[in-house]
C-alpha cells in the first residue's frame, strides 16, 4: 500500500502512445487563466505570434510566441528529480508536481531541493518499515522522501564528520511542523544507543516530547491551518562520535506575541489558552481565577474549536510531556498562573475622566486577579499603571496617563509577559535535552522557519521574514554554485562559474547595511533614538537615503497606501510602516516591570530578572532634548532593539548554517479550502517562486542541467548517427564524442565529461524529437514494405487464378463441342468400367495403408506425449533459467555500474595525472627557459651552492656508509660469532677425538672424566646458542618494528598524497583568481594608456587654442587702434556737417532741381543705410553665434579636462590598489607553492622510503623461499650425513680420520687466527683514514653552519617582510572570518599530520625537511620572482600599447591641427583684406575730407558773392558754371562711392563665407569632440565596471589572503620549530659521522674477508662430497686390501704413536688455550703500536691476498691429503678387524663404555649441529637482506644526487629571479617618477587652461565692443556722406531741417540698437 505513494508506475513512463501523441502534435505549454498553463499543439508560425490548438477543447487561439513553454517528452513525465528535465520551465515544472501530487507521490527532488506538497490527508509512508527500508540507502537508490534527505544527511554527518542542516521553509499550513517532526522521528530510531538503553531512551523519549510542548506554547490556529506555528524554530541534535544521540538545543525566532491580545475572525490565540480553559480541573481552576471564554476580551472569538482535536487531551498531553522534560509541579502550576494573568490583563478597563484626558479604573476587580496571580500589590499596580513616575532630567516625575496609553501599556505588558514565558519554557526544555555529560562530535540542525510573505500591505514582521529568507536563499544559491561547481571540476569541464549568490546581495545590503549609506534597519534603529521621530520620518528618511537604489522603490501614486516597496527575489513586496518605531523599540512600562520583578512569586520574579534592559516610558514620550540626552547617556549600552536583536540571532544562524552541509525542503500549500488531491496552480507557482525553486532552476539552466551516462546516450540516440560508430568495441567516450560530431550540435550546447555527458535545457528534447522522427521514417518504411510484399502475394494469386480460369473455359468449351458426339458418350460410359477391375487391388493397398497409419498414429501419440514431458520439463528448466537471467543480469547490471563507476573514477585518475605531468613538463620547459636567460648573475651564486652541494654530498656519502657500514658491522658481528661458534666447535670435536683417544688408550676413570668435560662443554655451547637465539629474537623484532615504520609511513604518505591534492586545488584556484586580476590589470592599464592619451590630446589643442587666442589678442589691438582713429575721423567730420549744414541752409537758393537732386540723394542713402544696417545686424548676429560657439567648445574642453583628470586619479588609486594587491597575492601565491613543494618532497620521500620498503619486502620474501629450499636440501643432506657418520663411528678407524681433519682444522684455525691479525691492522689503517675523513667532514660541517646562518638571516628578512604583510592582512580579518574555520579545520589536519610525522621520523629525516624547507624558501622565491617578471612584462607591453596609442592619438591630433591651422590662415587672409579694404576706405574718407574742404572754399566763394550783391547779375553765369562743376565732382563722388560700397560689399560677403567656413569646421570640430567624449564615457563606463568587479575580486582576494596569513603563521611556527631540531640534529650527526667513521674501515675488511671464508667453505664442501664418493669406491676394494695386512700392521703401530704424540699436543693444546687468549691480548695491544706501519701493510695488501690464494691450495692439497688418509683409514679398519679377534675382552668392555659415551654425545652433537646449521641459515638470510638494503641505499644515493642537482639549478635561478626582481621594482619606481611628473605636468596645464580661458574670456569681450563700434561708424559714415552731399535752398530750410532730424534720428537709433546689443550681452 505505501508503494503506491513512494513509486512511479513504469508502464506510465514508457507509454509508447503519449511518445507518439507528443511527436506527432508538437505539444506545447500556453499559459491559462484556469489551470495556469495549458497543454497545446503548434499549428502555425507567423513573425512574432504563434497559432496554437488547445488539447482539452480543441479550440484555437494565437498567442505570442515568449508566452509559448517547451513542453518535455513523455519520458519525463512524474520525474522525480525535476533537475533532469531537458525543459526547464515554470510550467513543466508545475506540471510535473501537479501529476505526481495526483498520483499520490507528494515528495520531489528539484535538484538540492526536495519540493513537498501537503496532502491534507494521513499517508501510511512514515511507518517504521518504511523507516527501516530509507535507513542506510544513497538518496538515488529510493525514491524522493523527507527521510531519504535526513538519512543523507546523517551519514554524510558520520562519513564527512562534517555538521548537517536540514532547512524545512513554507507558508503557513505547507506542513514545515509536521516534516520536522518526522526528521526528529527519524533521527531518533536510527541513532538509538544499545549501551545505555535507559539513558538513551529517556533522551530520546524527551526530544520527542519537545514538540507538543512548544506547539501548545507557540502555535495556533490560523485560517490556512489549524496547528500553524507563529514562531521560527532551529532544532539542534547534537551527536556523539559514534552517531548517538547525545543531546539537543532549540533556538526560537519571531515568536507571533501580538496573537495572545488579538486574533483575527475564524482563528485562535496560542492553544494553552484553550487547553487551560477546557482541560483544567475544578481546583486549579480555583486557583488559576479561571472564567468562562467570553468573560476575556483578549480570546476575540470566544471559544473556537478545532475538528477532530480536543483541547482537554492534549492539556493532559502537555502537562505529562512537562513531567517527562523535568519540569517540576511548583514550575508548571506559576506558569500556569502567568498564562492566566496574560488573560486577566485584557480585562482591566480604563475610563476617560470628564474634566481632563486622565485616565482611571473604575473597577479594578481584574487587576486584583491579576495582582494575587503575579504576586504584587493592587494600588502600586494600579498607581504603576495610571500615573507612572517618569524621569525629566535629573528628577522623576508622576505623569498622569490617558485612556489610550494606558490600555497601550497593558496591551505591551500582556505580549511581553508571554513572550518572556516562552523563553524561559525553551531554555527549560534546552535545560533537560542538554542534561546528558557525554560530549557531542557533531550535530544535525534542523530550522522550521516561515517562507516568503508577500501580503497586499506588509508590516516589520514579514520584513523580518523575507529577510531571513534572502539570507536562506543566498546560502542555497551559493552552495548550488559550488556543488556545480565540484561536479564540472570532478567531470574536466570547461565552464565559466557564476556565483548566483552575489545576486541577492544588493536585497541584503538593503535591509542590513550599517551606514555609506544605511539600511532599513540601520535607520529604524537611529530613528528610535530620536524623541520626535515618527513612522512618517522614518519613511521619508529612507526615501532620501535609498531612493537611487535598484531594489528600492517608492510609491508610484500618492493613492497607494503602502510606503516604499523593495524588490526581492521572489517579486515585488509592498511595505506599509505602520507602528515600526514601536515594534522595533517594544517600549513596556518600566515601573510595572519594576513591580514584577520585585513580585513575591519566584517563578514571575524570574520571568522579570532582566527589569534593566527595557525601554522604558521616558524614551518614547517624546520629551524633550534635555531630557532625551541624559536618557540616552543613561540608556546606552543597555538598550538593544527588535531588530538589532533579530539581526544579531540570524547572523549566528547562517554562520551555523554556513559551518554545515545545507539540505533544503521546500514546502508547499496546495489550496486554501484544506481539501485533498486539489492543486491550485497560481498558489503554487507563487510559492514556487517565493521558495526559490524557480530561482534554482534559473541557475540550473546558467549550466549544463541534462547528464546522461555515455552507455544510455549511446544505447538511446546511436539509432540518430548509424555510421558514425565502427563495428567493434569502442569507448564509451569516444563513441559519445563521435555521435556528437556527427549529430553537429553547437559546442554551446553540450560539454563531454569522464563518465557523462552534460547538455543545456532544451536540447534533450530536440534529440528527443529527431529521434521520434527517425523512428517514425524506419516504422514507414517497414510498413511500406510489408504491404508491398503483400500486394505482391495478392497479385501472384490473382495471376494463377487468372490462369485457372483460362483453363476452366477451354475445356468448358471442348465439353460443349463434345456433348453430342456419339463416341464421346461412349467413351463416358465406358471409362468407369475400366477401373472395376483394379477396385480390389486398390481395396487392398488402402487397408496396408490404413495398418500403416495405424501404426504411424500410436507412435506420434506416444512420441507426442514424450514430448508434451519434455516440453513440460524444459518450460520448467526455462523458467527456472529466466529467473537465473534475470538475477545474473540484475547482477551484471550492477556489476557494469560498478565498472563504469571504477573507469570514470581510473579516467578521472588519468586526466588528473595527465594533467600533473603536463603541468610538471610546463614548468620543467619554463625554468629551463629562465635558466638560459639568467646565466649572468648565477656567478656569485654558484660557488655558494658548489659548497653546499660538496657538504650534502659528503653527509649523505657519510650517512649512507654508515649505515652500509652498520649492516656490514651486524652481518661480521654475525659471522665472527658464527666463527667463534665453529672454532669453539672444532675444538670441542678436537676436545672429543683427543678424549676418545685417551679413552681407547687409558681406563675407565679417564674416560669419565673426558664425559664431565664434555658435559661442561655442552653446557658451555648452549649458553651460546641461548644468546644466539636471543639475537635472532632481537633481529626480527627489529625486523617487525621496521614492518610497523613501514607501514605507518605508508599512512603518512596517504595522508600526505591527500593534503597535495587539497593543496593543488587550493593553487589551481588561486592561479586562476591571478590570471583574472592580471586580466583586469592589464584592462585597467590600457583604459589608463587610453585616458593619458586623451589627456595629451587635449593638452595639445589647448595649446593650439592659445595660440589662436594670442592671433586673436593681436587682431583685436589692431581694431581697437583702428576704431580710436574712426571715432577720431567721425568727431571731425560730425562737426564739419553740423557747420555745413548751417551754412548751406542760411546760405543757399534750394531751387526744384536742387530739391530734386536732394531727395533723390537722399533716397540714395537711406536705401544704402538700411543695406549697412541690415549688413551690421547680420554681422553682429553672426558673431554672436561664433562667440557662442567658442565658449561652448572652450567650456566642453575643459569639462574634458577635468573629467580626464579625476579618471586619472581613480586610474591611479586603483592601479596603487592593485599593484599592492598583486604584490599581496604573489606573497600568497609563493607561501602556497611553498606549502605545496613541502608536501610534495614529503610526499617523494616518503614514496621512495615505500618502494626501498617494498623493495627490501620482496627481496626478504624470496630470500626466504631460498632460504626454505635450501633449508630442505640441507636437511637433506643432514641426514645422509648422520647416516654416513653413523656408520662411520660404527666403526673405529673414524679415530685417525678424526685425527688428520683435527690436524687439518688446527692449521686453518692458526690461518685464520693470523688474517684476523691482518685484518685487525688493516682495520686500523682504515680507522685513521676514517678520522682524517672525520675531520674533513667537520670542516665542511662547519662551512654548512655558516651558510645556515646566512639562510636563517634570508629567513629572518622574510619574517620581517611576513610581519609587514599580516599587518596590512590583519586589517581584512574581520570579513574572513567563516574561511578562517575551514583553514583552521585544515591546520588541524595537517597539525595532527605534522605531529605523527614528526614523532615517527628518525633525526635523519628531520635533517632533510629543513633542509627540504629552505630549500622550499628559495624555490618560493623564485616563483615570486617569476611573478615579478611577468607582472614586469605585463607592464612592458601596456607600457608599449600606450605608446602606440600615444603615437596614433598624436597623429590624429596633428590632423585637426594641420585642419584648424589652414582655416586659420584662410580667416587670416580674408581678414588682411578686410583690412586692405578698411585701408581703401580711409583713403576714400581721406579724398571725401579735400572734397569738403573744396566745399568750404566754394562756400567762402558764395559768401562772397552773397556779399557782393551788386554783382549779383554779372557772375549768375559764373555761379552757373561753378554749380555745372560742382555737380560733376558730385557725380564722380558719387561713383567713387559706389565703387566704395561695392567693394565693401564684396569684403563683407567674403567674410561672410570665411564666417561659414570657420563655422562648418567648428561644427565639424564639435562633432569629433562629441565623438571622443562618448567614446571617453564608454571606456569611463567600463572602466566603472571593471572598477566594480576588481572591487568584488578584490574582497575575495582579501579573504583568501587572511586564510593565506594564518598559513603563513603556522608555517613560521613549523621553520622555528624546525631550527631547534636542526640544532639538535646536527649534534646527534657529528656523534653518528664519528661512529660511522670508525666503522667503515672494520665493515670493508670484514666484509671482504666474510666472502672469502663463505667461498673457502663452500669449496670444502664439495671436496667433502666429492670424498665421500671416493670413500664408497675405496669401500669396494676393500678385499684387495687385505694382502697388505702386514704393511697396515706397521702403519697401525706408527699412527698409535702418532696418536700418542697428537693426545699430549691436544692436552698441551687445552692448557694452552689461555695462553693464546694472552696472546690475542697481547696482540690486540700492540695493535695501537702497529699504527705506524698501517701504511706499509696496505701495500702489502696484494702481497697478502696471494698469500690467501696459496693458503687455499694448501687447504685442497689437504683435502687431498685427507682422501687418501680416509683410504688409509679404511684399509685399518681390515687390520683391526684382525686386531678385534685378538683383543674381544678389551673390546667388549671399550664397546660398553664407547656405547654409553656415544648415547650422550650423538644427541648432543646432532641437536648443535642443527642449531648451527639454522643460525647459518639465519646468517645467510641476513646477508641476503643486508645486501638489498645496501641496493636500495644506493638508489636513494642515486636519487638524492638527482635532487641535489636540481637543487642547485633552483638555487641558481632563485638569484636570478632576485636580481630580475630588483630590475623590476626599479622599473615600477621609474613609472611611478614618470606618472608623478605627468600629474605634475597636467596641473600645469590646467593652470595655463584657465589663463588662457580668461584670457579668452576677455578677448571675446572686447572683440564684441570693436564690432558693435565699428557697426556704429560704418552707420555715422553713412549717414555723414548723406548730409554733405544734400544741396541747401532758402525756401526748404524746413525740409533740411527734418531731412537732420530723421538722420539724428536714426542716429539715434543706431545708439539704441548698440545699447541693446550691450544689454543683451551684459545680460548673457
Known amino acids: 500500500m505505501a508503494e503506491k505513494y513512494l513509486f512511479v508506475d513504469k508502464d506510465f513512463m514508457n507509454n509508447p502512445l503519449a511518445q507518439a501523441d507528443w511527436s506527432a502534435k508538437k505539444l506545447v505549454w500556453v499559459p491559462s487563466e484556469r489551470h495556469g ?107 524522493p522522501h523527507i527521510y531519504a534527505i535526513t538519512d543523507t544527511a546523517y551519514r554524510s554527518m558520520m562519513q564527512d564528520r562534517e555538521d548537517q542542516s536540514i532547512l524545512c521553509t513554507g507558508e503557513s499550513g505547507a506542513g514545515k511542523t509536521e516534516n520536522t517532526k518526522k526528521v526528529i522521528q527519524y533521527l531518533a530510531h536510527v541513532a538509538s544507543s544499545h549501551k545505555s538503553k535507559k539513558e538513551q531512551g529517556e533522551l530520546e523519549r524527551q526530544l520527542l516530547q519537545a514538540n507538543p510542548i512548544l506547539e501548545a506554547f ?41 496573537r495572545a491580545i488579538r486574533q483575527a475572525k475564524d482563528e485562535r490565540a496560542f492553544h494553552i489558552f484553550y487547553y487551560l480553559m477546557t482541560g483544567a480541573g475544578d481546583k486549579l481552576k480555583k486557583e488559576l481565577l479561571l472564567e468562562g471564554y467570553s468573560s476575556y476580551r483578549f480570546l476575540s472569538n470566544g471559544n473556537v474549536t478545532i475538528p477532530g482535536q480536543q483541547d482537554k487531551d492534549l492539556f493532559n498531553e502537555t502537562m505529562d510531556a512537562m513531567g517527562i522534560m523535568g519540569i517540576p509541579e ?89 513572550e518572556r514565558l516562552f523563553r524561559w519554557l525553551v531554555l527549560r526544555i534546552n535545560k533537560a535535552l542538554d542534561k546528558t555529560k557525554r560530549q557531542g562530535a557533531s550535530f544535525i540542525g534542523i530550522l522550521d522557519i516561515a517562507g516568503f510573505e508577500i501580503f497586499e500591505l506588509n508590516s516589520f514582521e514579514q520584513l523580518c521574514i523575507n529577510y531571513t529568507n534572502e539570507k536562506l536563499q543566498q546560502l542555497f544559491n551559493h552552495t548550488m554554485f559550488i556543488l556545480e561547481q565540484e561536479e564540472y571540476q570532478r567531470e574536466g569541464i570547461e565552464w565559466s562559474f557564476i556565483d548566483f549568490g552575489l545576486d541577492l546581495q544588493p536585497c541584503i545590503d538593503l535591509i542590513e547595511r550599517p551606514a555609506h549609506p544605511p539600511g532599513v534597519l540601520a535607520l529604524l534603529d537611529e530613528e528610535c533614538w530620536f524623541p520626535k521621530a515618527t513612522d512618517k520620518t522614518f519613511v521619508e528618511k529612507l526615501v532620501q537615503e535609498q531612493g537611487t537604489h535598484p531594489k528600492f522603490q517608492k510609491p508610484r501614486q500618492l493613492k497607494d497606501k503602502a510606503d516604499f516597496c523593495i524588490m526581492h527575489y521572489a517579486g515585488r513586496v509592498d511595505y506599509k510602516a505602520d507602528e515600526w518605531l514601536l515594534k522595533n523599540m517594544d517600549p513596556l512600562n518600566d515601573n510595572v516591570a519594576t513591580l514584577l520583578h520585585q513580585s513575591s512569586d519566584k517563578f514571575v520574579a524570574e520571568l522579570w530578572k532582566d527589569v534593566d534592559r527595557i525601554v522604558g516610558l521616558d524614551q518614547v514620550a517624546g520629551m524633550n532634548e534635555t531630557a532625551f540626552g541624559s536618557s540616552y547617556k543613561t540608556k546606552k549600552g543597555m538598550f538593544r532593539t527588535v531588530g538589532q536583536l533579530y539581526k544579531e540571532s540570524l547572523t549566528k544562524l547562517m554562520a551555523t548554517l554556513r559551518n554545515t552541509n545545507p539540505n533544503f525542503v521546500r514546502c508547499i500549500i496546495p489550496n486554501h479550502e484544506k481539501r485533498a488531491g486539489k492543486l491550485d496552480p497560481h498558489l503554487v507557482l507563487d510559492q514556487l517562486r517565493c521558495n526559490g525553486v524557480l530561482e534554482g532552476i534559473r541557475i540550473c539552466r546558467q549550466g549544463f542541467p541534462n547528464r546522461i551516462i555515455f552507455q544510455e546516450f549511446r544505447q538511446r540516440y546511436e539509432i540518430l548517427t548509424p555510421n558514425a560508430i565502427p563495428k567493434g568495441f569502442m569507448d564509451g567516450k569516444q563513441a559519445c564524442e563521435r555521435m556528437i560530431r556527427a549529430l553537429e550540435l553547437d559546442l554551446n550546447l553540450f560539454r563531454i565529461g569522464q563518465s557523462k555527458i552534460f547538455f543545456r535545457a532544451g536540447v534533450l528534447a530536440h534529440l528527443e524529437e529527431e529521434r521520434d522522427l527517425k523512428i517514425t521514417d524506419i516504422i514507414i518504411y517497414f510498413q511500406a514494405v510489408c504491404r508491398g510484399f503483400l500486394a505482391r502475394k495478392a497479385f501472384a494469386k490473382k495471376q494463377q487464378q487468372l490462369s485457372a480460369l483460362k483453363v476452366l473455359q477451354r475445356n468448358c468449351a471442348a465439353y460443349l463441342k463434345l456433348r453430342h458426339w456419339q463416341w464421346w458418350r461412349l467413351f463416358t460410359k465406358v471409362k468407369p468400367l475400366l477401373q472395376v477391375t483394379r477396385q480390389e487391388e486398390e481395396m487392398l493397398a488402402k487397408d ?140 670441542k670435536e678436537k676436545k672429543l677425538l683427543e678424549e676418545r683417544i685417551g679413552d681407547l688408550s687409558t681406563n675407565m676413570a679417564e674416560e669419565e672424566e673426558k664425559s664431565k668435560n664434555l658435559t661442561k662443554l655442552k653446557n658451555k655451547h648452549e649458553s651460546m646458542i641461548s644468546e644466539l637465539e636471543v639475537r635472532l629474537k632481537k633481529e626480527e623484532k627489529a625486523r617487525q618494528e621496521l614492518d610497523k615504520g613501514k607501514r605507518k609511513l605508508e599512512a ?84 564739419e556737417l553740423e557747420a555745413l549744414k548751417s551754412e548751406l541752409e542760411d546760405t543757399l537758393d534750394s531751387t526744384a532741381t536742387q530739391q530734386e537732386l536732394r531727395t533723390k540723394r537722399e533716397q540714395e542713402v537711406t536705401i544704402l543705410k538700411r543695406a549697412l544696417e541690415e549688413e551690421s545686424r547680420s554681422h553682429e548676429a553672426q558673431m554672436q553665434e561664433m562667440r557662442q560657439k567658442q565658449t561652448q567648445a572652450v567650456e566642453e574642453l575643459t569639462e574634458q579636462l577635468e573629467q580626464s583628470k579625476r579618471v586619472k586619479a581613480n586610474l591611479d588609486k586603483a592601479k596603487q590598489a592593485l599593484e599592492k594587491e598583486n604584490g599581496e597575492l604573489a606573497r600568497d601565491v609563493s607561501s602556497l607553492s611553498q606549502a605545496k613543494q613541502e608536501v610534495e618532497h614529503k610526499r617523494k620521500k616518503l614514496e621512495g622510503q615505500l618502494t626501498d620498503l617494498q623493495a627490501k619486502y620482496n627481496d626478504g620474501e624470496k630470500q626466504k623461499a631460498e632460504l626454505g629450499e635450501r633449508v630442505s636440501k640441507l636437511s637433506n643432506e643432514l641426514d645422509s650425513v648422520t647416516n654416513l657418520l653413523n656408520e662411520a663411528e660404527g666403526k673405529t678407524i673414524k679415530l685417525n680420520k678424526d685425527v688428520s681433519s683435527l690436524s687439518s682444522q688446527l692449521q686453518d684455525t692458526q690461518e685464520l687466527l693470523s688474517e684476523e691479525t691482518r685484518m685487525k691492522l688493516n682495520v686500523t689503517t682504515r680507522m685513521r683514514q676514517v678520522e682524517e675523513e672525520r675531520n674533513t667532514l667537520q670542516e665542511q660541517l662547519d662551512e654548512e653552519v655558516e651558510a645556515k646562518r646566512n639562510v636563517e638571516r ?46 615517527k621520523a628518525s633525526a635523519y629525516d628531520k635533517l632533510e625537511k629543513t633542509k627540504n624547507r629552505v630549500q622550499q624558501e628559495l624555490e618560493d622565491l623564485i616563483v615570486d620572482l617569476d611573478n615579478q617578471r611577468q607582472l614586469v612584462s605585463n607592464l612592458e607591453k601596456k607600457q608599449k600599447k600606450f605608446d602606440q596609442m600615444l603615437a596614433e592619438e598624436k597623429s590624429i591630433s596633428n590632423k585637426y591641427a594641420d585642419e584648424r591651422d589652414r582655416a586659420e590662415a584662410e580667416a587670416r587672409e580674408k581678414e588682411t583684406r578686410a583690412l586692405s579694404l578698411a585701408r581703401a576706405l580711409d583713403e576714400a574718407q581721406v579724398s571725401r575730407e579735400e572734397l569738403e574742404r573744396i566745399n568750404k572754399q566754394l562756400r567762402t566763394e558764395m559768401e562772397d558773392l552773397v556779399s557782393s550783391k551788386d554783382d549779383v547779375g554779372k557772375s549768375v553765369h559764373e555761379m552757373e558754371k561753378s554749380k555745372r562743376a560742382l555737380e560733376t565732382q558730385v557725380e564722380e563722388m558719387k561713383t567713387q562711392l559706389e565703387e566704395l560700397e561695392d567693394e565693401l560689399q564684396a569684403t563683407e560677403d567674403a567674410k561672410l563665407r570665411l564666417e561659414v567656413n570657420m563655422q562648418a569646421l567648428k561644427a565639424q570640430f564639435e562633432r569629433d569632440l562629441q565623438g571622443r567624449d562618448e567614446q571617453s564615457e564608454e571606456k569611463r563606463r567600463q572602466l566603472g565596471k571593471q572598477v566594480r568587479e576588481l572591487e568584488t575580486e578584490l574582497e575575495d582576494e582579501r579573504k583568501q589572503r587572511v586564510l593565506v596569513g594564518t598559513a603563513k603563521k603556522k608555517l613560521e611556527g613549523d621553520l622555528k620549530e624546525m631550527e631547534g631540531q636542526l640544532e639538535a640534529v646536527t649534534k646527534g650527526r657529528d656523534e653518528a659521522i664519528k661512529q660511522l667513521r670508525k666503522i667503515q674501515g672494520q665493515v670493508k675488511d670484514f666484509q671482504r674477508e666474510l666472502e672469502d671464508a663463505c667461498n673457502a667453505r663452500e669449496e670444502v664442501l664439495a671436496t667433502a662430497k666429492e670424498s665421500e664418493k671416493k670413500a664408497k669406491s675405496l669401500e669396494a676394494e676393500l678385499m684387495q686390501l687385505q694382502e697388505d695386512l702386514a704393511a697396515a700392521e706397521r702403519a697401525r703401530k706408527q699412527a698409535e704413536a702418532e696418536r700418542d ?52 691450495q694448501q687447504t685442497e692439497q689437504l683435502n687431498n691429503e685427507l682422501a687418501s688418509e680416509r683410504s688409509t683409514s679404511q684399509k685399518n679398519e681390515s687390520a683391526r678387524q684382525q686386531l678385534e679377534r685378538q683383543n674381544k675382552e678389551l673390546k667388549a668392555k671399550l664397546q660398553e663404555m664407547e656405547g654409553a659415551i656415544k648415547s650422550k654425545f650423538k644427541t648432543s652433537i646432532t641437536s648443535l649441529e642443527a642449531k648451527v646449521q639454522g643460525l647459518e641459515e639465519q646468517l645467510e638470510q641476513e646477508a641476503r637482506e643486508k645486501q638489498a638494503s645496501v641496493k636500495g641505499l644506493r638508489q636513494k644515493e642515486k636519487k638524492l644526487k638527482d635532487m641535489l642537482m636540481q637543487v642547485e639549478d633552483e638555487r641558481k635561478q632563485a638569484e636570478q629571479y632576485k636580481d630580475q626582481a630588483e630590475k623590476a621594482n626599479a622599473r615600477v619606481k621609474q613609472l611611478k617618477r614618470q606618472l608623478e611628473e605627468s600629474e605634475e605636468e597636467a596641473q600645469r596645464i590646467t593652470a595655463a587652461r584657465r589663463k588662457l580661458q580668461r584670457e579668452l574670456d576677455e578677448a571675446t569681450e572686447s572683440s564684441e565692443a570693436m564690432s558693435r563700434e565699428v557697426a556704429a561708424l560704418k552707420n555715422k559714415l553713412r549717414r555723414g556722406n548723406e548730409v554733405s552731399f544734400s544741396a541747401p535752398r532758402r525756401g526748404g530750410g524746413g525740409g533740411g531741417r527734418r531731412g537732420v532730424i530723421e538722420a539724428g534720428g536714426s542716429d539715434e537709433e543706431a545708439d539704441g540698437h548698440d545699447r541693446d546689443f550691450n544689454g543683451t550681452k551684459a545680460s548673457e
Not at 489549524?226 to 525566532?253: L, M, W
Not at 514430448?867 to 537465473?884: D, F
Not at 595629451?1096 to 582713429?1125: C, P, T, V, Y
Request: hydrophobic share 35%; proline share 1%.
Open 1052 to 1135: 603518512e604518505s596517504n595522508d600526505l598524497q591527500e593534503q597535495i591534492a587539497d593543496l593543488q586545488a587550493q593553487i589551481a584556484e588561486l592561479k586562476a583568481q591571478l590570471a583574472k586580476k592580471e586580466e583586469e590589470l592589464q584592462n585597467a592599464l590600457g583604459r589608463l594608456e587610453d585616458e593619458t592619451a586623451q589627456k595629451n590630446n587635449a593638452l595639445k589643442k589647448i595649446r593650439e587654442l592659445e595660440g589662436h587666442i594670442s592671433d586673436l589678442q593681436e587682431d583685436l589691438d589692431s581694431e581697437r587702434a583702428a576704431r580710436n582713429k574712426a571715432e577720431k575721423y567721425k568727431r571731425d567730420l560730425g562737426e
Open 330 to 418: 511548583e514550575e508548571q502550576l506559576g506558569l500556569l498562573k502567568v498564562v492566566s494573568g496574560v488573560l486577566q490583563l485584557g480585562n482591566i478597563s480604563f475610563k476617560k475622566e470628564r474634566n481632563t484626558d486622565q485616565a482611571s479604573m473604575p473597577d479594578n476587580t481584574a487587576a486584583q486577579k491579576l495582582c494575587r496571580l503575579m504576586g504584587m500589590s493592587v494600588t502600586d499596580f494600579s498607581r504603576a499603571i495610571l500615573s507612572p513616575r517618569i524621569k525629566v532630567g535629573r528628577d522623576y516625575v508622576q505623569k498622569a496617563q490617558t485612556k489610550e496609553q494606558a490600555d497601550f501599556a497593558v496591551e505591551a505588558l500582556a505580549k511581553a509577559t508571554y
Open 218 to 258: 507557540g502555535n495556533a490556529k490560523t485560517v490556512k491551518n489549524d496547528n500553524s506555528s507563529r514562531f521560527g524554530k532551529f532544532i539542534r541534535i547534537n551527536f556523539d562520535v559514534t552517531g548517538y544521540i547525545v543531546g539537543a538545543n532549540i533556538e526560537t525566532y519571531l515568536l507571533e506575541k501580538s
Open 1701 to 1752: 704424540e697428537l693426545a699430549d699436543e691436544l692436552s698441551s693444546n687445552t692448557s694452552g688455550k689461555s695462553a693464546i687468549v694472552d696472546e690475542k691480548r697481547r696482540l690486540e695491544a700492540k695493535i695501537s703500536a702497529l699504527e705506524e706501519e698501517l701504511e706499509e701493510e696496505q701495500s702489502s695488501m696484494e702481497m697478502l691476498n696471494d698469500r690467501l690464494k696459496k693458503a687455499m
Open 1354 to 1399: 634570508n629567513i629572518s628578512t622574510l619574517n620581517i617582510q611576513l610581519s609587514d604583510s599580516k599587518k596590512k592582512l590583519e586589517e581584512f580579518v574581520s570579513s574572513v572570518e567563516l574561511l578562517e574555520e575551514g583553514k583552521k579545520r585544515l591546520q588541524r589536519d595537517l597539525e595532527a599530520a605534522n605531529t605523527q610525522f614528526e614523532e
Open 848 to 987: 496396408e495403408e490404413l495398418v500403416k497409419v495405424k501404426e504411424k498414429q500410436s507412435k506420434v501419440e506416444g512420441e507426442m506425449v514424450e514430448m508434451e514431458r519434455k516440453h513440460q520439463q524444459l518450460l520448467e528448466e526455462k523458467n527456472i533459467l529466466a529467473e537465473q537471467l534475470q538475477a545474473e543480469t540484475e547482477l551484471f547490471a550492477e556489476a557494469e555500474e560498478m565498472r563504469a563507476r571504477l573507469a570514470a573514477k581510473k579516467q578521472e585518475l588519468e586526466e588528473i595525472l595527465h594533467d600533473l605531468e603536463s603541468r610538471v613538463e610546463e614548468e620543467e620547459e619554463r625554468n629551463q627557459g629562465l635558466q638560459n636567460e639568467k646565466k649572468k648573475m648565477q656567478t656569485h651564486i654558484q660557488d655558494l651552492e658548489e659548497q653546499l652541494d660538496e657538504e650534502e654530498a659528503a653527509r649523505q656519502k657519510l650517512q649512507l656508509e654508515k649505515v652500509t657500514a652498520e649492516g656490514k658491522i651486524k652481518k661480521l658481528e654475525d659471522e665472527v660469532l658464527i666463527m667463534d661458534d665453529q672454532n669453539n666447535k672444532l675444538q
Open 37 to 143: 498553463f495549458e497543454a497545446a499543439s503548434l499549428k502555425e508560425e507567423a513573425g512574432e505570434d504563434a497559432l496554437v490548438e488547445l488539447a482539452e477543447n480543441g479550440k484555437k487561439v494565437r498567442v505570442s510566441k515568449d508566452d509559448i513553454q517547451k513542453m518535455n517528452p513523455p519520458k519525463f513525465s512524474k520525474v522525480e528529480d525535476m533537475a533532469e528535465l531537458t525543459c526547464l520551465n515554470e510550467a513543466s515544472v508545475l506540471h510535473n508536481l501537479k501529476e505526481r501530487y495526483y498520483s499520490g507521490l507528494i515528495y520531489t527532488y528539484s535538484g538540492l531541493f526536495c519540493v513537498v506538497i501537503n496532502p491534507y490527508k494521513n499517508l501510511p509512508i512514515y511507518s517504521e518499515e518504511i523507516v527501516e527500508m530509507y535507513k542506510g540507502k544513497k538518496r538515488h537508490e529510493m525514491p
